[in-house]
């Protein structure tokens, strides 16, 4: 299981690292809604370098996220922190395709200003 999901005092953080793939980001998603049903609190994504989910895949993540999500929830933000280049590229393709969820995401390379961001600080 390349994912680990953390319930931290002002937000969920989400590491992906390895061999992670698309059914991994939709159980750590699931994981979320089990410790924040109304996604009342930030989550914080942070992705190793050696983690490559193609693009193909990036319809069906979004897609099965938003079943997990209740019609009403509060719709906190997201944060994504990746490792380098080639996933910032990567993950603003993947941010266009959650163009539809209801809340903020934004990309970062650095965590602390990933956590202020999805704090609203």
């Given amino acids: 299981m390349p994912h680990r999901v953390e ?28 410790i924040n049903p109304r996604k009342a609190r930030p989550d914080i994504w942070i992705v190793s370098e050696e983690v490559v989910i193609p693009m193909s895949e990036y319809v069906q993540i979004v897609e099965e996220s938003l079943k997990e999500f209740p019609e009403d929830f509060d719709g ?5 922190v990746v490792a380098n280049e080639f996933q910032m590229e990567m993950v603003k393709l993947y941010k266009k395709e959650l163009s539809s969820v209801p809340y903020e995401v934004a990309l970062f390379r650095d965590i602390q200003e990933a956590v202020a961001w999805a704090s609203g600080k």
């Fill in 7 to 34: 319930d931290k005092n002002d937000h969920i953080l989400v590491s992906l690292w390895g061999d992670a793939t698309k059914w991994d980001v939709i159980e750590a998603v699931g994981k979320i809604r089990i």
């Fill in 76 to 80: 906190a933000r997201s944060a994504i």
